[in-house]
């Protein structure tokens, strides 16, 4: 007689797929609360953020982009309200938009060699990439209408359907150009470690 044939339907029902295997296991995460193993961070209010834009904005105002940026990066928002971390993040690419081509690499090379700067320039990584997938989805600019309105004839005896990309798509590709400048510039004095961290902290912004 088989091994089938032994066992009742009852028994050979898929009941067993149900069992939870890693609530058997001591060493399981189930059997312990993970958030355990990270320390608490302090959560940042929306008053917060506005009160640290307020003052950022006075240092652009004053000429200080670098102590401007060094202030964006040493209070990253970690743990706070969605409104409160998309509004650090604005503030923190109007920093970088204000920064000159020419004056990136100094900075970044300051900052990276003063106390806390290796930090600081990982949080900046965190920023770029948020950026980046934040400019990637069109988040935060007006849909540009995708009807088009007239045929407009071209020089070339072709038929344009619409006109020129809208102002909100010329500005969404220049703020991608700008992070991914700002990209290149820190791995350059950072290193490829930078993007490294960036991406295995438990810590997102």
């Known amino acids: ?6 066992h009742t339907q009852a028994s050979l029902s898929d009941a067993w797929r149900t069992i939870n295997i890693d609530a058997l296991q001591e060493d399981s995460c189930v059997n312990f609360d993970t958030s355990t193993l990270h ?21 652009l105002r004053g000429g200080d982009a670098e102590g401007a940026l060094r202030g964006t990066l040493e ?5 706070g309200r969605d409104e409160a971390k998309e509004a650090h ?8 938009q204000s920064i000159k081509a020419s004056d990136m690499t100094p900075m970044l090379q ?3 060699a003063s106390p806390g700067g290796s930090e600081c320039l990982d949080v900046l990584m965190k920023y770029l990439y948020k950026g980046m997938a934040t400019t990637s989805a069109g988040s935060g600019a007006p849909a540009v209408p995708r009807t088009p309105t007239r045929v407009t004839p071209q020089q070339t005896g072709f038929s344009q359907m619409s006109g020129r990309p809208g102002v909100s798509s010329e500005s969404t590709g220049a703020a991608m150009s700008v992070l991914l ?5 820190v791995v350059d004095v950072a ?8 991406m295995t902290d438990w810590r997102k912004v």
Do not use: F
């Not at 608490?40 to 834009?53: F, K, Y």
């Open 75 to 79: 209070s990253p928002v970690y743990n």
């Open 110 to 112: 300051r900052i990276y």
């Open 89 to 96: 993040l604005q503030t923190v690419i109007e920093v970088l």
């Open 39 to 59: 320390p608490p961070l302090p959560e940042i209010s929306d008053a917060e953020v506005r009160q640290l834009t307020n003052q950022v904005r006075q240092l």
């Open 1 to 6: 007689m088989s091994i089938i044939q032994q």
């Open 181 to 185: 400048s700002w990209h290149e510039k």
């Open 191 to 198: 290193g490829m470690g930078c993007i490294t961290r960036c």
